[in-house]
């Protein structure tokens, strides 16, 4: 058997000393699985995956492996999306969507003709020269979208990409994401605070308490693939399984409180 994408073992991890961000946390996520995490803000979602990003030094008990090697800056085999598109307002469309590989010393010709490509299938074709500030809120995702999948990684990290989308917008930004991933066989680790989008996207949810952060429960979610957004918001078990996440996250505050 292949080693996991990502495996953490027994990690904690604080900043000063004294107040643990993360505790106890282990993990795995198999290659090619798509897991998100939930949880409260600050009970260290977003500080996991800048651990396996290798942005944040981990100096503290416990291990963590990422495409079984320690975490480090600037591998090739890791793509990571922020909540924000972070486009570059004097870039366009194509040049955004070409900057990761760019970044990565890709030639020029062949980072334009994969970030061509990628933007057609988010749907921009015919707006590679757009500057950002001629394309809406959802345009900007997917050409954000567009750059992540055009760095080719084996493993997305994905921090609230649609976080700040509408409701429209955001449903068929999530059915993009799962045909690209099903298209491109990467594996994803996602953060959101919306149950709705982990159920909808995921193979599993991990649910995180307060901080210090803890994992509290790892929720298979069995719904069939290829999925559709709209057609499982009429899937009893959908529903179901999110209730099952608000009761763990609910149960996660109590305990915190308590």
Request: hydrophobic content about 45%.
């Amino acid at each position: 058997m292949s080693a996991p994408a990502i495996a953490v073992d027994g990690l904690q991890l604080s900043f000063d000393g004294t107040n643990d961000v993360l505790a106890d946390i282990s993990l795995q996520v198999a290659e090619g699985e798509f897991v998100s995490l939930v949880g409260p803000s600050g009970c260290g979602k977003t500080t996991l995956l800048n651990l396996c990003a290798g942005l944040v030094a981990h100096t503290g008990a416990g291990s963590i492996r990422v495409v079984d090697q320690a975490p480090r800056e600037g591998r090739p085999e890791v793509a990571y999306q922020l909540a924000r598109d972070c486009l570059l307002p004097w870039r366009t469309a194509l040049d955004n969507a070409a900057f990761g590989l760019q970044v990565r010393g890709v030639p020029t010709d062949k980072s334009r003709e994969r970030a061509r490509a990628m933007l057609a299938e988010v749907g921009l074709a015919g707006y590679e020269q757009s500057l950002p500030k001629a394309l809406s809120h959802g345009m900007r995702q997917r050409t954000a979208l567009a750059r992540t999948f055009s760095m080719d990684a084996t493993l997305l990290l994905m921090d609230e990409p649609f976080g700040a989308l509408d409701a429209q917008t955001k449903l068929q930004l999530e059915d993009l994401l799962l045909r690209l991933c099903e298209q491109h066989r990467h594996t994803v680790l996602f953060v959101t605070h919306d149950l709705a989008e982990a159920v909808a996207v995921s193979d599993r949810v991990i649910v995180m308490s307060s901080r210090p952060g803890r994992i509290v429960a790892d929720v298979p979610i069995d719904l069939p693939r290829p999925r559709s957004i709209r057609e499982l918001q009429k899937d009893p078990h959908f529903h179901e399984l999110y209730a099952q996440l608000w009761a763990h996250l609910e149960s996660g505050w109590v305990k915190h409180e308590g």
